[in-house]
């Protein structure tokens, strides 16, 4: 179902009032680009969404991003979560319940489990981190460093602790990526940050890296 | 070193872009404040000595709506006559149409307020240009539930203004 929406209605809501606008409690345009650009944890998103959708001025902040976002090439989605990949979802949960429990019945005394926790089951072992697990890297040069396939892209995926994206970055052609200063603001001294690495071949396909940690200083 | 000449070339693009036609008599100087910013970055070493496009065209981004904010913030009273009178003769020969675009958009701010509040952060995102699978990833919803929101949330909108006197 594409939503037959008139032009006029995109146009109205970002026409500014005569009058002027009251732009005190506007949130920062850099927070209303990220918002655009995917970069943002789903609340913040929303609370921002829910600002446009009241303030004419962000609202034409916001289509300007959206513009701007269009003509440098919007960042890929990684799953459009259309509902028969929902019912694969559901399937596929069934199908690894039912082997669960028919090991269970063959196994009744399971060895307790001694691997250190990870983050992530490891996925691919295509991309690997150039850095110590948990390394402390300075807030003004937060690089990153990984290896990976010849001739391969990177997007780059980085998140605080509780896994809220902080940055986000794909089309990388080079294996260093630099974390913008202004990205770690809400990282404490001494915080973690997680990242991740997807590589993409030049056939298309996609080697995802497990999840690494470093300590911003 | 950054190469200061490919980031105004990149910046200049990015102003022209962004840049409402009701400003384009400040696009020198949003690209001028754009530099500017670049270069106090550099100068607290924070900008990246080859910064990527996008964010360029997010520095961008920033100052034309900081320089929106500031033109047309409420109760503004310009020092200079000459840029007051301007503004008048602007405003008088767009003044019919951009009324009229402002009452419709008042009144979809105000047909907004009926709707659900997930219904209506779908159709405001709708109406600002974000794709249906973009507001699915970035909400964190599933793709089947935003289109079923904006769906609904259309159709209320669409009966809503009518009631106003405004049909698409």
């Known amino acids: 179902m594409k ?76 799953s459009d979560r259309r509902p028969w990949r929902a019912w694969y979802g559901v399937a596929a949960a069934m199908l690894v319940a039912a082997v669960a429990l028919a090991i269970q019945f063959r196994q009744p005394e399971q060895a307790p489990v001694t691997s250190p926790p990870e983050y992530r089951a490891p996925v691919d072992e295509a991309v690997h981190s150039e850095l110590t697990d948990g390394a402390a890297l300075p807030r003004n040069d937060c690089t990153l460093r990984w290896s990976g396939p010849a001739g391969a892209t990177f997007d780059i995926k980085v998140a605080d602790e509780n896994f809220q994206a902080v940055y986000r970055e794909t089309g990388l052609a080079g294996s260093t990526f630099t974390v913008p200063p202004e990205a770690l603001q809400g990282i404490p001294a001494g915080g973690v940050i997680v990242w991740q690495v997807e590589a993409v071949l030049p056939d298309g396909t996609r080697k995802l890296s497990r999840t690494f940690r470093a300590t911003v200083e | 070193m950054p190469d200061y000449e490919e980031i105004r070339a990149v910046l200049v693009r990015a102003i022209a872009s962004l840049c409402p036609g009701w400003m384009t008599d400040r696009r020198d100087d949003l690209v001028q404040s754009a530099m500017m910013k670049l270069l106090r970055q550099e100068e607290k070493s924070e900008l990246n000595p080859a910064p990527k496009a996008s964010y360029l065209w997010k520095v961008a981004h920033s100052v034309t709506v900081d320089e929106i904010r500031s033109v047309r913030r409420k109760g503004e009273v310009s020092l200079d006559p000459a840029e007051d009178e301007t503004a008048v003769r602007l405003e008088d020969a767009r003044a019919g149409q951009d009324r009229a675009m402002w009452e419709l958009g008042n009144a979809i701010r105000e047909c907004f307020e009926t709707l659900e509040s997930r219904r209506r952060r779908v159709v405001a995102l709708n109406l600002l240009g974000h794709s249906l699978p973009e507001t699915a990833e970035h909400s964190g919803w599933r793709y089947d539930q935003v289109r079923n929101l904006l769906y609904r949330g259309m159709k209320q909108l669409r009966f809503c203004l009518a009631g106003k006197g405004f049909a698409p």
């Open chain 1, 3 to 78: 939503p037959d929406t008139p032009q006029s209605w995109k146009d109205a809501v970002v026409a500014l009032p005569p009058d002027g606008c009251d732009t005190a409690a506007c949130p920062d345009p850099d927070r209303i680009w990220s918002a655009v650009r995917g970069e943002l944890a789903p609340d913040e998103f929303g609370r921002l969404a829910d600002h446009a959708a009241a303030c004419p001025a962000c609202a034409l902040a916001w289509q300007l991003a959206e513009k701007g976002s269009t003509e440098i090439g919007r960042p890929q989605i990684r």
